[in-house]
């Protein structure tokens, strides 16, 4: 996907001025407040909002273009309601989209199996059960399954999460995590929970009254919030969601000659917050940071308050 | 007033019956389905099929004698005025009640508007409509009796006869089969619309 740039007018303009870029494979979160025009925005990559102004390209071909049906095929979406169809089995709503591209029922039915195993259902089991007969946990990885089912390149997914208890989601968000690392697609993920922004995205846009008010990596924006708005959106005086926000290498320091030596190491790309646990945990006050660069370095309760205090 | 003229009223009404049924399915469904996706034409159809239902049955029948003259052919017509009615209510309303998400999904998939009518839209409404189509059968066996009167044939025959010759015997030759007819329809019926709904929804 390249080059996104779009402009809607309903009477008043919804969404203002959109330009956004997401690279291939690039995990982008739109968050904002409700009405902001988040879903608007990613309703308008598959066609099911026109745009009343500006252009939307995919790998540099405008999808005005494109014929809405063929690029919806084309697209895996995921809402919050899940929407699987209450008359069929769970294959037959995950091999939905195969079925309608017209693949053979051999290789529908081979994908079924595939992505059922993906998602962690059991095939034999799950296979001829109708959507009323699962939990809420499992219907939203049924509905995921289902847009991954035709091997989309991009996929849409809205709230997929936010009709779950607290429980299941973190379950499924981590599920989806280890999910995404695997079949790498490029996402289009709207939310309102920077908690899941923060998991998950490569790239945030935080939008609000239809513009875009930042946009960037988590560690950008946090190092960095545009306004009052950005900040008071992440709880941004709120340490701990630094802590998550920030990775180990931004609180890193050299290794002092005459200091103490640490005796535990941790990833550069694990969150600050993970190291602040480690050191808790295990009574210590420095940690050695592996796989940087630059050799010798090391995160202490000092360097962490140094980047975290206000 | 033998039990062949009896055999023969009770085809005339199953026949009655039958083609009122089945076109008022058609024109029900068609009708329901125009106005569900047809926006504009959704509040003056609901106006229009508003009007002939509070209008009674029997009425409908003596009105359309006027425009139609009597018979079998204008019985028929009728019928259908009134059984339509159901029918197509219950079409409007089923499509109506599908949840929002499980129509944006199926476009946000790829579906063509005729693969969502068919392959989402219509089998989730079929329960409803299945409903709307039992009481449209057990309606019509009502009208098909009163369509004697505007000389349609038929079972009523029997209980026009039975009453203005004050004979209980004829009364009922007419009264009874045209009462199982209706409870034999509504029982029928019935148990396609659970089935249906089982096979839909698992429920």
Redesign the interface.
């Known amino acids: 996907m390249r080059s996104v740039c779009k402009e809607f007018v309903k009477g008043i303009r919804t969404l203002d001025d959109i330009c956004l870029h997401v690279a291939r494979h690039e995990f982008v979160v739109l968050i904002g407040t409700s009405g902001c025009g988040k879903t608007t925005t990613m309703k308008m990559i598959n066609k099911l909002v026109q745009p009343t102004s500006g252009e939307i390209l995919i790998d540099g071909t405008n999808i005005s273009q494109i014929n809405a049906i063929e690029l919806r095929r084309n697209i895996g979406y995921v809402i919050q309601e899940i929407g699987l169809l209450p008359h069929m089995t769970v294959a037959q709503n995950i091999a939905l989209v195969p079925e309608l591209k017209g693949w053979p029922v051999r290789k529908r039915e081979e994908r079924v199996e595939e992505l059922l195993s993906l998602i962690g259902l059991d095939p034999a089991l799950y296979k001829k059960k109708k959507p009323s007969q699962l939990s809420g946990g499992q219907k939203q990885r049924v509905g995921v399954a289902r847009a991954l089912a035709a091997d989309p390149e991009i996929i849409l997914m809205d709230e997929p999460f936010g009709a779950l208890d607290p429980i299941t989601r973190i379950q499924l968000q981590d599920e989806l995590v280890r999910l995404i690392r695997r079949v790498k697609k490029t996402i289009v993920f709207v939310t309102h929970d920077m908690e899941e922004a923060v998991k998950f995205a490569d790239k945030i846009v935080i939008m609000d009254a239809g513009r875009i008010v930042q946009a960037g990596s988590i560690q950008e924006i946090f190092k960095n919030p545009k306004n009052d708005f950005v900040r008071n959106f992440f709880r941004m005086h709120d340490v701990y969601n630094k802590l998550r926000a920030m990775k180990v290498e931004d609180a890193a320091v050299p290794v002092l000659f005459d200091g103490p030596r640490p005796q535990h190491g941790i990833d550069a790309g694990e969150p600050l917050s993970r190291a602040l646990g480690v050191m808790l945990e295990r009574g210590i006050n420095c940690l050695f940071v592996r796989g940087t660069s630059e050799e010798n370095l090391q995160v202490t309760f000092e360097s962490i308050y140094r980047i975290t205090g206000q | 007033m033998g039990y062949a003229q009896l055999e023969l009223c009770t085809w005339q009404t199953v026949e009655q019956v039958t083609v009122t049924l089945l076109l008022a399915i058609i024109v029900g469904v068609l009708l329901g389905l125009i106005s569900y996706k047809v926006k504009p034409l959704e509040k003056p159809i609901l106006i229009l099929t508003n009007i002939i239902q509070t209008t009674p049955a029997f009425a409908v029948l003596v009105l359309s004698v006027p425009f139609l003259g009597v018979g079998f052919k204008p019985a028929i017509l009728a019928m259908l005025i009134v059984c339509i009615m159901p029918i197509f209510r219950n079409t409007f309303v089923g499509l109506k009640n599908i ?14 508007g005729w ?1 969502c009518i068919y ?2 839209e219509f ?2 409404a079929i329960p409803v409509i299945m409903a709307g189509i039992k009481t449209s059968a057990v309606i019509c066996v009502g009208i098909s009796v009163l369509a004697s009167y505007i000389g349609a044939g038929g079972l009523g025959y029997f209980i026009r006869y039975g009453l203005s010759l004050n004979d209980v015997k004829v009364l009922l030759m007419g009264a009874v089969p045209s009462s199982l007819l209706a409870i034999m329809l509504d029982v029928l019926l019935g148990r396609a619309e659970r089935a249906l709904r089982v ?5």
């Open positions: 949840k929002t998400g499980i129509i944006e999904t199926s476009v946000g998939m790829g579906m063509t693969q392959k989402v089998p989730l096979r839909f929804f698992g429920t």
